[in-house]
Every structure is written in C-alpha cells, then in structure tokens.
C-alpha cells in the first residue's frame, strides 16, 4: 500500500508549470506520482518527457487520448489539433514508442483510499466526457462493469479540478498542470490518506517567456498567452464539454 501520491495530468508539453509542481515539497517527497495522461501535447513535448523520464521508477505513466493522437500523428494519421501535429514531429522514437505503450489506466492501493483507479478520461474510454455535474444515470454507464472493490476514481481529461461522490464511489479531477480552466496556476491533487486538491502557482509572465524561448512552435507565444494565463473559467469549460455528456 503506498502512504502518498501526487497526480499530475493534462501537462500538455508545459515545462515550466511542471517544474514549479515537481517542486512542491508535498511532491517531491511523495512516494509515487501518477501521471494521468495528455502529456506532452504541447510546446515542449520532447523537454516534458525527458523529464518525466528522469523520475524513474517514482512516476507510474497512464495514457490519454493525447498521446494516442501522438502516436497516430506519428503514423500518418494527423490530428485536428495543430499543436499535437507539430509536437508529434518533434518526438524521438524512443519517446513516440514510450506513449505508444501506456496503459490506459492503473490501478493501486493508497492508503486510507483503498484500491484507486487512475485513467484519463473514463476508465472505459480516453476521450469519454465527464463533468462535476454530470447525471447519476451518466456515472452508472462510465463505471458499468468496474470492480466493487474500487472505491476512488481518480480521472483528467476536463481541466477543471474537482472532488463528488458517486454512489458511494469518490470520484477525484486534479485538474490541469498545464491547460488550466479555472484559474492560473498548476493544478495536481495530492492523495492518501485523503484527497487534497491543490494548486502550484508560479510566474506566469515568465513561464510564458520560458515556454517561447523552449520551443520552436511557430504560435508558442499565442498558445502560452491563450492557456497558461487561466483565462477560459471552469464555467466556460462546463458549457464547451456540456454537449459531449450527453446533457
């Protein structure tokens, strides 16, 4: 059973706002973080994964529908995404063949949680929609099938950090290291022997200037000015992804 895990997902290829959060002494003295997917779909995909890599055994590494989009990239199969494109070009082989192989999910007991599943989206889907406010009977659907024995969900996908109950099931959203909605910042969550949501702030000024400089995508500055300064709110995020629950 592992005492203590910092989540990371959604970094999205955003150097600077994942070392501010590595930082974190909270992170630093954790005994696993679990990396929740769309990694390095970013301005700095390559710098991201290397450091990433350099953790070693200490991270665990859950693929999302951005390295999948990765991958396909990489095999001919664009993206409609021009940032996942031009990241896809600039990845090693060794780095298109790490993502290729990530699961889709793990599984793993945390202390005082008890056996938690990491995915990224859903557990059944990488790209699946669901949202703080989704309905009862859209829960029942997404984790038909998953054992009773998990009794935290831990999911990205959505940017947007938060914590609810699901029939009895807690399900856990750390948020967006890289692309938040919601607000500037970092956002991770640290588990074990609760839940802790919590947000990394830094410079944003010169994050933006650092991810310009370390990147050679043609609309880096656009794209860091447009995501790392947190302007689109949780509220604009919950009518974008509405449709996609099926509300």
């Not at 999910?105 to 056996?115: E, I, K």
């Not at 997404?142 to 831990?154: D, H, K, Q």
């Amino acid at each position: 059973m592992i005492d203590r895990v910092a989540v990371l997902s959604d970094i999205h290829g955003v150097l600077p706002a994942l070392e501010a959060v590595l930082a974190e002494p909270d992170v630093a003295a954790a005994d696993l973080i679990v990396l929740t997917g769309d990694i390095a779909s970013g301005p700095q995909p390559v710098e991201v994964l290397d450091r990433l890599a350099a953790l070693g055994d200490r991270a665990r590494w859950v693929g999302g529908n951005g390295e999948r989009e990765l991958v396909e990239a990489r095999a001919g199969k664009p993206s409609e995404i021009e940032v996942a494109n031009w990241a896809a070009a600039q990845l090693r082989d060794d780095q298109v063949a790490r993502l290729a192989a990530l699961p889709p999910y793990v599984t793993l007991s945390v202390a005082g949680l008890g056996d938690v599943l990491f995915c990224h989206a859903t557990p059944r889907d990488d790209e699946e929609v669901v949202l703080v406010d989704s309905r009862p009977e859209r829960w029942a659907e997404v984790f038909a099938g998953l054992p009773a024995e998990v009794g935290t969900v831990v999911c990205g996908h959505t940017h947007m950090p938060y914590t609810r109950l699901v029939d009895r099931r807690l399900v856990v959203n750390p948020g967006s290291v890289g692309m938040p909605y919601g607000g500037a910042g970092a956002w991770w969550a640290l588990l074990g022997p609760g839940v802790q949501l919590r947000r990394t702030r830094f410079d944003v000024d010169a994050a933006c200037a650092e991810v310009v400089a370390g990147s050679a995508f043609p609309e880096a500055a656009q794209w860091a000015d447009e995501y790392l300064r947190g302007g689109y709110s949780d509220l604009d995020a919950l009518t974008a992804f509405g449709p996609r629950d099926g509300r």
